[in-house]
Nanobody
């Protein structure tokens, strides 16, 4: 039983920045792998970023690498997505996801796959205008 609540979305001009937050319930946050996914209108959900239980392993989609940064603060039970140099094509609903998946390094590659995750937040809208 994991509850996830995203926040921080909004309207921003191209080139701007946003920081998304995902607050998780429970006392076992440090054992959860976390991911961010997004879904634009008319498109399928796509992987954005993921982070393992310790924060020592991260993965990014090629489309956001160098612009987005995923991080976690285990004492606060929160994962973040810092989004810089935003582009109109980043417009989407962003979803936080969690899974009780213990991995390190290359073994975490499955975190790029949405079906891997058992828990999902409600989503937060990010709109980038040009």
């Amino acid at each position: 039983q994991v509850q996830l609540v995203e926040s921080g979305g909004g309207l921003v001009q191209a080139g701007g920045s946003l920081r998304l937050s995902c607050a998780a319930s429970g006392r076992t946050f440090s054992s959860l792998a976390m991911g961010w996914f997004r879904q634009a209108p008319g498109k399928e959900r796509e992987f954005v970023a993921a982070i393992n239980w310790s924060g020592g392993t991260t993965y990014y989609a090629d489309s956001v690498k160098g612009r987005f940064t995923i991080s976690r603060d285990n004492p606060k039970n929160t994962v973040y997505l810092q989004m810089n140099s935003l582009k109109p094509e980043d417009t989407a609903v962003y979803y936080c996801a969690a899974d009780r998946y213990y991995c390190t390094g290359y073994a975490c590659q499955d975190l790029r796959q949405g079906p891997k995750y058992d828990y999902w937040g409600q989503g937060t809208q990010v709109t980038v205008s040009s």
